[in-house]
C-alpha cells in the first residue's frame, strides 16, 4: 500500500494515539481513503509514525469502536461507511458548506460542541496500557455530558506538572483530574487549588496529611493479595522491588501491605528482600545493574514488581541469566503488561481496575462541579483491586 501522507500539523501536548487517530479521520473525510479501501498494516503504521504497537493498537481499537474502520480477522482493517455518520463540528463554516454531510443535525452537533466545557487530565506519562485503560474510563464516563477531555503529560516533573495545571486553567478547565507525579513532596500548585476551592480530583494517589478529593486503588490489600498467592505456592523467600523511591505514598502502601502479609503468616521481614535502590533506565551495562546482580544471587523466590514496566524489565533480566520463569522464580507485577485486544495471560498481575478508577473520577468531579458545597467535604473513593493469575507464578518446587 503506498503511504498515506502525514498531516503537516500536529498538537505535541496531544497522545500519539489520539494524533494517529485525527490524522486519519481527516484522511478518510478528504475522501484520500474511500470507503471499504483497505487500511495500513500495523506494521505500516508503526513505521509511518515511528511509534510502538501498543499505541497504534489502541489508535485503530477507538477508530473502529467510533465506526471509522472495520475489521476483518485474517484480511485488515477496512475504511467504513459507518463513518459519515461522526460529527463533523471541528470543521471551518467554509469546509461545511462544501461537504454533503456537514448540514442539518451536525451543523447542530458543531453548534452544541462550542458550548461544552473542558475537563483537564494531567498525567506523568503515556507509555503503557495502565494509562490508557485509565484515559479511556474517563472518555466514556464523559460522553454523554457537557464536557470534553484535554490532556497535558508532566512527565513525571513536578515544574511540569505545575505548568501543565495553570495551563489548563488559564484554558478554561471547568475542573481537573491530576495523576500526580512520583515524588516524596507535594507540589504546591495541588495545594493551591484546595486553598481556592478549584474543583479537582486525584487519581492512583491521595496526599497524607492534606485531605483532597481522589479516586484509588487500595495498595496494602493489593500487596496483600500479591504474598498470599505466592505464599499458597510455597515460596517463602518472597522479594518486593519498586524503581520508584520509598516515601511516595502507593510505594509506601504496597510495602506495608507486603510487610503485613508475612507478619500474619508468622514470617519474620527481611531487610533485604524490600529492593528499591535502583532505576529501570540505569547506563549500566544488563550485567551490572543492581536488579540484574541480585537475581543472579537468587536470594528470593519470588518476586512483586509494583510496576509492568518494572515487571517487563525485571522478565528481560531473567532471559538474560538463562533463567526461566515460572521453572526457576515466580513473578507478580502490578497491571496487566498486554492489551484485552490480546488472549496473554503472561504474567500474574494485580488488575487495579484501572478503567473504573477513570470513571469514578468523572462521576466524583461531576458532582463537585454539580454541588459546590461538596468541596468541603473531601471525599476518598477506593477501587478494589483483583489478582489475575496467569504463567508467571508457580508452585515452589524442591531443587535436587
Not at 56 to 73: E, F, H
Request: aromatic letters at 8%.
Amino acid at each position: 500500500m503506498s503511504r498515506i501522507r502525514e498531516s503537516t500539523k500536529r498538537d505535541e501536548r496531544q497522545p500519539l494515539y489520539l494524533q494517529i487517530q485525527e490524522h486519519f479521520k481527516q484522511v478518510i473525510l478528504s475522501g484520500e481513503l474511500e470507503v471499504n479501501s483497505k487500511f495500513p498494516t500495523e506494521k505500516e503504521l508503526m513505521e509511518q509514525f515511528k511509534v510502538s504497537r501498543m499505541t497504534v493498537s489502541n489508535a485503530l481499537t477507538q477508530l473502529a469502536k467510533d465506526g471509522w474502520i472495520y475489521r476483518i480477522p485474517g484480511r485488515g482493517s477496512f475504511v467504513s461507511s459507518e463513518y459519515e455518520g461522526n460529527s463533523l463540528g471541528k470543521n471551518s463554516d467554509d469546509n461545511s458548506k462544501d461537504h454533503p454531510s456537514a448540514n442539518g443535525k451536525h451543523s447542530e452537533l458543531g453548534r452544541h460542541a462550542s458550548t461544552r466545557k473542558m475537563i483537564g487530565l494531567v498525567l506523568p506519562f503515556l507509555e503503557d496500557f495502565f494509562a490508557i485503560r485509565l484515559i479511556r474510563g474517563i472518555q466514556t464516563a464523559l460522553e454523554d455530558t457537557e464536557h470534553y477531555l484535554s490532556i497535558v503529560l508532566s512527565h513525571n516533573r513536578q515544574e511540569r506538572e505545575k505548568e501543565a495545571i495553570q495551563e489548563l486553567i488559564q484554558n478554561g478547565a471547568a475542573g481537573l483530574i491530576i495523576f500526580p507525579i512520583d515524588a516524596e513532596t507535594y507540589n504546591e500548585e495541588i495545594l493551591i487549588l484546595k486553598m481556592n476551592k478549584f474543583p479537582f480530583v486525584l487519581v492512583d494517589r491521595f496526599l497524607p496529611g492534606f485531605e483532597t478529593h481522589c479516586v484509588c486503588s487500595d495498595n496494602i490489600v493489593s500487596a496483600q493479595l500479591a504474598v498470599h498467592h505466592l505464599w499458597e505456592l510455597g515460596h517463602r523467600d518472597i522479594a518486593i522491588c519498586s524503581d520508584i523511591s520509598i516515601g511516595t505514598m502507593t510505594v509506601d502502601e504496597r510495602i506495608r501491605g507486603y510487610m503485613e502479609a508475612l507478619k500474619q503468616k508468622g514470617s519474620m521481614i527481611n531487610p533485604a528482600l524490600i529492593v528499591t535502590d535502583f532505576q529501570v533506565n540505569d547506563t549500566h551495562s544488563i550485567e551490572k545493574h543492581p536488579l540484574y546482580l541480585f537475581l543472579k544471587k537468587r536470594t528470593a523466590t519470588a518476586y512483586i514488581t509494583l510496576n509492568m514496566k518494572l515487571g517487563l524489565f525485571m522478565a528481560g533480566l531473567v532471559k538474560h541469566l538463562g533463567m526461566k520463569v515460572p521453572n526457576d522464580l515466580s513473578m507478580i507485577t502490578y497491571d496487566n503488561p498486554y492489551s484485552e485486544l490480546t488472549d496473554d495471560r503472561v504474567f500474574t498481575h494485580i488488575d487495579q481496575h484501572e478503567q473504573e478508577i477513570g470513571s469514578k473520577s468523572v462521576e466524583m468531579l461531576l458532582q463537585l462541579l454539580g454541588n459546590k458545597e461538596k468541596m468541603n467535604e473531601p471525599m476518598k473513593w477506593i477501587v478494589k483491586s483483583a489478582l489475575v493469575e496467569g504463567e508467571s507464578t508457580g508452585r515452589l518446587t524442591a531443587k535436587v
